[in-house]
């Protein structure tokens, strides 16, 4: 059991028996859902996992002008075009399965926790085709598509600038229309995750830029695709792209991050997708996926490391409890009480995390699927979590990742064991796709107040549901009414929080949208575990409860209850704080002197 | 070249806390988790590049029980053609030979030039491929690691005993059973099982392959599993503790000490 870096039969429980992920019209059925699932971690095992400390301790180079890979990454992307995975979520004109979003980040979560840096270059890949199949030409669709979703062509996100990040208004790569309807591309970004590298042919960006003459700040964005080699008569010839640098990171070291510079030589020539001036609106279209895949990959790396933590706790003997003798043997340390509580932390944490994220692809899924008349409402369930989704294990994955490091002791800070890398790989969660502070006013100033607060009041209704779903269990009473009371705290202090807008306006409206941001992902956990504890309970009044299962299920009634006892009852002090005047607008910048 | 390939459902071990059953004669299989036995992916595997060469069939074939149709979708999905369930519950407690018997009865409904077995399962017997090759009178040939086909008859390679190796010519139609290591299985995607979900598999028992229901089965049973233990730990294991650098530097101390080292 040693080397697990995730629970089969958790995932299956949260996809199947907790979120119920209708793959109706989707042509699966459950059976091939775990043929899936079973052939992704076949492949997380045995292609992604033994490479994760490699890719980590031998990270990218750049090498004349070219950022060299771990030299398996080629077959890894080869692999994963020829199979369909990165085609998967497409429709089957496109080679794809038409896989529904929940089988997506199930399977996402599987590679991520064998492999964080091994799985984002075909996530990147596919969400760049994504783009071009949604907004672009058939052209573009024709000559880029078909490459990049067979692994042979790297796909990336091209955004952020050296003075443009958070503030993409502010960006100045330009784009010149030319008479052939293309466009001279000129200028630099950075942080541009697999931005170039030698396990593909060629590398094709989605990137934003300015068209001459177009308007000032967000709405004079446009998207282009420009590509490294751009194709010409059949053959592929350099596109003045060039690698300025790659940047020596913290974790995540096995996927290279690049700063680029286009048209140094005036030759960079980009191809418009969709129309001028969208290109903000087009990418934020692809936004709540990325946000979400951001919060599953910190999900999936915290799963990981909870798993070396519980592997080492239960073989590592150390001490004795506190009412043995001298002479008694020493116990494994997972018998220890403070031991114990962090594996439930953890536990609580990536499950917790793991149940949220999945039932917002059920959202997704039914934004496109349900009756007409339901179809917004689970699109504003969506949008209203998707911060909550991605930055609750972002943040909370951070702790967690601490906390199994905590569990070795001494080792854990070593490079003998997997989870200082772990912890190194997860910070970067809380930081790209939207830091956490620019996720934080996403939901308050945008999400909770968006259609007059519907989003808040659908979610109020979905936890209601859960807390009538529980009502025969008397186990599950003083939590239903926990949440019932946090779900209070989080109304009243939305409301104190939108008269302090109507009253002091949007800067103290927004000063400690993080601390909201950390109760409202407090309670939605708290949901997430009483849903799961319901459908447990549900399972275990019913007959034949496997002997396996009897565990299981009994494992997840006390993490349940680690929850409600020990992490909910945090709103508590969160909501004094933000009941009160925000410090930071009367505390001036002038302070911070020494 | 028509090749049928045995598979069985097996525990998978990287995924299981194996417990002992209330009777103390068996491992507790009612809450285990199930894969294809690891030889029979190697099996498969060959299967597919032989046929890749030389055109053909492959076909893989299991004898379980409802569920076991999941390894036969598995191996499609990978790129056999056909797959055959041979389930009765006249079938359940059979030993190796039983089995074989059960295998002899499909393999005499289809008109196979070649058949592949894995070197051993889960039990470890390894017997299978040779009672199903006797029963058949077809050559046999276990734990080959190399296969060149030729015209009526194969090239192939075994593993001997101290890491050696033999090369034999065998004819046609044979059994062998596939030692692992001898290619690289390919991993199942998406497209595969796309194409195998929905594909309905064929079902046989007892009667649709012209067995008498007593001589399989526990009925039929020669060899009858009796106990079943985890062996007590010996004194003497010493567990070293430490970084990987400081074990290290232990174990060479101690293999020095007694004389394993100089």
């Known amino acids: 059991m040693a080397d697990r870096f995730m629970s089969m039969r958790n995932l299956k429980f949260t996809l199947h028996e907790v979120i119920g992920a209708s793959p109706e019209g989707s042509g699966h059925t459950r059976k091939s859902m775990d043929m899936v699932l079973d052939a992704a971690f076949d492949f997380a095992k045995k292609a992604l996992h033994p490479l994760y400390e490699e890719m980590d301790r031998h990270p990218p180079e750049l090498i004349d002008g070219t950022v060299s890979v771990h030299k398996e990454m080629r077959s890894i992307l080869t692999t994963l075009g020829k199979d369909g995975w990165i085609s998967a979520i497409f429709p089957e004109e496109w080679g794809g399965d038409n896989m529904p979003p929940s089988l997506l980040h199930a399977v996402c979560f599987i590679f991520a926790s064998a492999n964080y840096s091994a799985s984002v270059y075909s996530g990147l890949t596919m969400g760049a085709a994504n783009l071009i199949l949604t907004f672009g030409s058939d052209e573009l669709k024709r000559t880029f598509v078909p490459t990049m979703l067979e692994g042979k062509w790297q796909g990336t996100m091209a955004l952020t600038e050296p003075e443009a990040g958070t503030s993409l208004g502010d960006l100045t790569t330009a784009a010149a229309p030319q008479e052939d309807g293309t466009y001279r591309i000129t200028g630099e970004k950075i942080f541009i995750s697999a931005g170039d590298h030698d396990a593909v042919d060629n590398v094709v960006h989605l990137l934003l830029a300015r068209i001459e003459g177009a308007p000032a700040g967000v709405k004079g964005i446009s998207l282009f695709v420009v590509p490294k080699l751009r194709p010409n008569d059949g053959a592929l010839r350099p596109n003045d792209v060039t690698v300025t640098q790659i940047f020596h990171k913290m974790g995540y070291r096995g996927a290279p991050i690049t700063a680029l510079s286009f048209g140094e030589k005036g030759d960079c020539t980009g191809y418009l997708v969709g129309e001028a001036n969208r290109g903000l609106s087009y990418m934020f279209h692809m936004m709540n996926d990325a946000r979400l895949e951001v919060g ?299 | 070249m028509e090749i049928l390939v045995c598979v069985k459902r097996v525990p998978d071990s990287a995924e299981n806390e194996i417990e002992m059953n209330a009777e103390g004669n068996d491992i507790e299989r009612d809450d285990l988790v199930f894969s294809v036995n690891e030889w029979d992916n190697y099996a498969v595997e060959e299967a597919i590049q032989i046929v890749d060469n030389v055109g053909g069939t492959v076909t893989v074939v299991t004898v379980g029980d409802d569920e076991s149709d999941e390894v036969l979708r598995r191996e499609m999905a990978m790129g056999a053609a056909k797959g055959i369930l041979l389930t009765d519950d006249a079938f359940e407690g059979s030993d190796c ?156 101390e101690i293999l020095k000490a007694n004389g394993g080292l100089q």
């Open chain 1, 296 to 594: 599953m990959g910190a999900t999936a790396i915290a799963t990981a490391a909870y798993h070396a933590a519980l592997d080492y706790t239960r073989n590592r003997r150390q001490g004795r409890r506190l009412t043995d003798g001298s002479g008694a043997p020493p116990i494994p340390i997972i018998e220890h009480q403070d031991v114990k509580r962090m594996l439930l932390f953890q536990r609580a944490v990536s499950e917790g995390a793991l149940s949220l994220i999945l039932q917002c692809s059920r959202y997704e899924a039914l934004s496109h699927t349900a009756p007409d008349e339901e179809k917004a409402d689970y699109h504003l369930l969506l949008e209203l979590l998707t911060p909550v989704a991605k930055t609750f294990p972002a943040e909370m994955g951070i702790l967690s990742t601490s906390a199994s490091i905590q569990c070795f002791g001494g080792y854990g800070y070593c490079e003998d064991f997997p989870v200082e890398q772990h912890f190194r790989d997860m910070r970067i969660h809380a930081i790209h796709e939207g830091t956490t502070g620019i996720q934080g006013m996403d939901l308050l100033g945008r999400k909770v107040v968006m259609k007059n607060g519907k989003a808040l009041l659908l979610l109020s209704r979905e936890i209601d549901k859960t807390i009538k779903r529980v009502q025969d269990y008397p186990a599950l009473q003083a939590m239903a009414q926990a949440l019932s009371e946090a779900k209070e705290t989080l109304s009243t202090t939305t409301m104190t929080l939108g008269g302090v807008a109507k009253e002091k306006g949007p800067e103290a409206f927004l000063a400690n949208a993080t601390l909201y941001l950390e109760l409202f992902g407090h309670v939605t956990i708290a949901w997430q575990w009483l849903l799961q504890m319901g459908v447990v309970s549900e399972k275990l009044a019913g007959q034949n409860v496997r002997k396996a299962d009897l565990a299981f299920y009994n494992g997840k009634l006390d993490v349940g209850r680690y929850y409600f006892g020990y992490e909910l009852p945090k709103i508590g002090a969160l909501s004094i704080a933000l009941a009160q005047p925000a410090l930071t607008l009367e505390i001036e910048a002038a302070c911070f002197t020494d």
């Open chain 2, 97 to 252: 030979k039983g089995v074989a018997t059960i295998l002899k009865g499909c393999v005499d409904k289809g008109n196979y030039d070649l058949i592949f077995t894995g070197a051993q399962a889960d039990e470890g017997a390894g017997a299978v491929g040779g009672m199903l090759a006797a029963m058949m009178d077809y050559p046999y040939a276990s734990l080959v690691n190399k296969i060149e086909a030729g015209d009526g008859k194969l090239t192939i390679g075994r593993e001997i005993e101290g890491g050696n190796q033999e090369m034999n010519e065998i004819d046609l139609p044979c059994v062998l059973s596939i030692q692992t290591g001898i290619n690289e299985p390919r991993y199942v995607g998406i497209r595969g099982i796309r194409q195998v979900s929905g594909v309905e598999i064929p079902e046989l028992g007892a009667a649709d392959l012209g067995l008498d229901a007593a001589a399989v089965g526990e009925a039929g049973a020669k060899v009858k599993k009796v106990d079943y233990f985890v062996p007590e730990s010996g004194d003497g294991a010493e567990m070293l503790e430490g970084s990987n650098d400081q074990i290290i530097e232990k174990l060479i």
